[in-house]
């Protein structure tokens, strides 16, 4: 044996052992007297709250809510399981895959649509109130449009309703099969198509207006491009940015198309006035006159 450090607790002398561990305590009472020390000024952390229970609709509303905040490809079993503080495959008693996810999404966003006024008869006014809604759709969740823009979109009630309202509207006004589904997909693919552009979701950024037009003007010249390097030589704020009066004007020149296509359709608006998909009162459309002669130029 041999004299050591002194005891941790009292302070009194003690002798360790040639051999094996070095002692900290003279005794036991010290070594008692130490743990009891820590374990009052040790800080307990405050338990866990326990997560709210969970239901389907609860998992489809923060799914949305993580989807608009973050994009798509945020979303997976695993993050939103997080989001919600539980165990991934808690989720999964719920829904068996992403995509039934997915479905579920689209169909409690689609349904926060109203339905269209009661006053719409035209079958204008009414493909026009469905084009718009599914407008809003994309401006209100742009994740929806990667959801809806493929050859098998998730297929649910609210989606059926909106469907069936689209149809009819033509079919009852006599025209085809084939040319309800044409007139169908040529006004979803003008809207989706439109939805894709840069800063259709957002404000459009007048800066990168500008940044645009200077880089096109670098690249085009009055003996090259002659009508480009007129259209982009006027001020970027003079460029129509304004998505919502593009779909507008694109609807209408669609609608004129369909209407001329098929004449016996009429003009196809409602009388006498035609509610928006606001409320508000929206402006009949009047077409400008048609030169049948031109002249020369």
Not at 17 to 32: E, F, L, N, V
Not at 42 to 48: K, L, T
Not at 61 to 72: K, P, S
Not at 113 to 119: C, L, Q
Request: hydrophobic share 40%; proline share 8%; with cysteine.
């Amino acid at each position: 044996m041999k004299s050591g450090p002194a005891c941790v607790a009292c302070g009194a002398a003690m002798t360790q052992p040639q051999r094996g561990r070095r002692r900290r305590y003279c005794s036991r009472a010290c070594q008692a007297r130490a743990y009891r020390a820590r374990r009052d000024t040790v800080e307990i952390p405050p338990r866990r709250a326990r997560p709210r229970r969970l239901t389907s609709v609860g998992i489809v509303r923060a799914a949305v809510e993580l989807a608009d905040r973050e994009g798509l490809r945020a979303l997976s079993m695993r993050r939103l399981a997080t989001e919600l503080r539980v165990a991934t495959a808690a989720l999964y008693r719920h829904f068996s895959d992403r995509d039934t996810l997915l479905a579920e999404m689209a169909e409690l966003v689609i349904a926060e649509s109203p339905p269209p006024p009661t006053d719409l008869t035209g079958w204008r006014d009414r493909i026009g109130y469905e084009a718009r809604a599914e407008w809003q759709l994309y401006r209100r969740h742009p994740w929806m449009l990667a959801v809806l823009a493929q050859t098998q979109p998730p297929v649910g009630p609210a989606l059926l309703d909106s469907l069936e309202r689209f149809f009819t509207a033509l079919a009852g006004a006599g025209v085809d099969r084939d040319g309800v589904l044409s007139i169908y997909l040529s006004v979803s693919g003008l809207v989706q198509g439109l939805a894709l552009l840069p800063g259709s979701e957002h404000s459009p950024d007048p800066a990168g207006a500008e940044a645009f037009r200077a880089t096109a003007l670098e690249l085009v010249s009055a003996h090259t491009y002659p009508t480009l390097s007129r259209y982009f030589a006027a001020p970027a704020d003079t460029i129509d940015l304004d998505f919502d009066r593009l779909l507008e004007n694109a609807l209408a020149l669609l609608f004129d198309g369909i209407a001329a296509r098929h004449p016996y359709l009429g003009n196809g608006r409602s009388e006498p006035s035609t509610a928006a998909l606001d409320g508000s009162a929206v402006t009949p459309h009047v077409p400008g006159p048609t030169l049948t002669n031109p002249p020369d130029q």
